[in-house]
């Protein structure tokens, strides 16, 4: 039996969760995207947290845990701005 073939998607999703940085040659030229840009933007439409980080080097990616003023961010967007609550 044949194992299934895998998407591009699933393919860079995979290489994110292994935690190293990835950059914009390899996803270019091992992945054969023609825009890394929109499959990271893709990938966080989906969710993940993915950093930027430019260099002299280049561009490259990774996987991180969001801040608590980006969580807070979210929170305000979503549900508008919190009140306190009293005891």
């Not at 073939?5 to 054969?32: E, H, Q």
């Not at 950093?51 to 991180?64: I, M, Q, T």
């Amino acid at each position: 039996m044949a194992r299934a073939k895998l998407s591009k998607t699933t393919k860079i999703r995979n290489l994110f969760a292994k935690g190293n940085d990835v950059t914009w040659k390899t996803l270019r030229n091992t992945y054969d995207l023609k825009s890394p840009a929109a499959m990271v933007g893709k990938l966080r439409n989906e969710g993940m947290m993915i950093y930027e980080n430019r260099s002299s080097k280049g561009v490259s990616y990774r996987v991180g845990t969001p801040s608590k003023a980006i969580i807070a961010a979210g929170i305000n967007a979503v549900f508008g701005k919190q009140v306190a609550y009293s005891a």
